[in-house]
């Protein structure tokens, strides 16, 4: 399976593509950051960034993408500027019709290296190790890109078993009630 793995953000999205399949040796296929100066206006911006992402969606052509899901900080002025971005990656994706992950920051962390609340510097250290590079991934914006890919490839195995399931839940007919009660 190949990744598109992104790290949102207006000033510094992170892209990552790694290969990989549960159980088997991951790969880097490729990695880096879309930058936009902060000088320029949000909309500018947002184009810039979709720009970039079709631009790495047709060198790459990733079967899925993973993105950050947006969380509250307590900054909303960055809060803000990170999910616009989101909704950029996500968009992209869904007009070329790529099924599209959100995974919270504290579920890549622990995918990657065990704890939900490993530092930047931890996560960067074990994308090193499981894609064998030679040195972590700079920014951190970009190390972070491949640590959401690979948390998706080890991942979309479970979380598609869950999303067939609940399916299939919803295309059962209900349950038949007991005769002699009174339907609500």
Not at 143 to 148: G, I, K, V
Request: include cysteine.
């Amino acid at each position: 399976m190949r990744v598109l793995g992104i790290d949102p953000g207006l000033t510094r999205c992170g892209v990552g593509v790694v290969d990989g399949a549960p159980g088997r040796a991951l790969r880097m296929a490729a990695v880096g950051v879309l930058r936009t100066p902060a000088s320029a206006e949000t909309p500018l911006r947002l184009v810039a960034i979709e720009r970039g992402l079709e631009e790495w969606l047709d060198a790459h052509r990733p079967e899925a993408v993973a993105v950050e899901r947006v969380f509250s900080q307590h900054n909303v002025r960055t809060v803000m500027g990170t999910a616009q971005a989101s909704a950029v990656a996500m968009l992209c994706a869904a007009r070329r019709g790529l099924p599209v992950a959100l995974h919270t920051p504290s579920e890549v962390k622990a995918a990657v290296t065990g704890s939900g609340r490993a530092d930047k510097a931890q996560v960067g250290a074990m994308v090193t190790r499981l894609l064998r590079l030679d040195a972590p991934p700079r920014p951190a914006d970009a190390a972070d890109a491949l640590a959401l890919a690979i948390c998706h490839i080890w991942r979309a195995p479970a979380h598609d078993r869950i999303r067939r399931a609940h399916a299939a839940a919803r295309r059962e007919p209900p349950a038949p009630r007991p005769k002699g009660t009174i339907p609500s």
